[in-house]
């Protein structure tokens, strides 16, 4: 059992820059690939970033790349996720989940999910 709880989300005006944490309880934290989805209202959720167990190999989804960064810290057993020039459209609740197997991309490869942070992004 992995229990995760998500912070640092807020309202933010277009072009600014938030940052996400992770903190993990239960099981070894560092045994687990982590990623981020978000999911707007209406919408599907989607892949945002995962990083590997040791923090070296990072994956990023399109239409957040080169403007938000995703780490970890085992030691702390917080995985966070650095948002910058954040627009409009990145308006969503944010999830972090812990991968299970599979593809780092779809959501059915997680298995532990926190329960969201909102991030508003105004214009």
């Known amino acids: 059992q992995v229990r995760l709880v998500e912070s640092g989300g807020g309202l933010v005006q277009a072009g600014g820059s938030l940052r996400l944490s992770c903190a993990a309880s239960?099981?070894?934290?560092?045994?687990?690939?982590m990623g981020w989805f978000r999911q707007a209202p209406g919408k599907e959720r989607e892949f945002v970033a995962a990083?590997?167990?040791?923090?070296?190999?990072?994956y990023y989804g399109d239409l957040v790349k080169g403007r938000f960064t995703i780490s970890r810290d085992n030691a702390e057993s917080t995985v966070y996720l650095q948002m910058n020039t954040l627009k409009p459209e990145d308006t969503a609740i944010y999830y972090c989940?812990?991968?299970?197997?599979?593809?780092?991309?779809?959501?059915?490869?997680?298995?532990?999910w926190g329960q969201g942070t909102q991030v508003t992004v105004s214009s």
């Open positions: 239960g099981r070894a934290f560092s045994r687990n690939a």
């Open positions: 990083v590997s167990w040791s923090g070296g190999m990072t």
């Open positions: 989940a812990a991968h299970n197997g599979g593809s780092y991309y779809y959501a059915s490869s997680y298995k532990y």
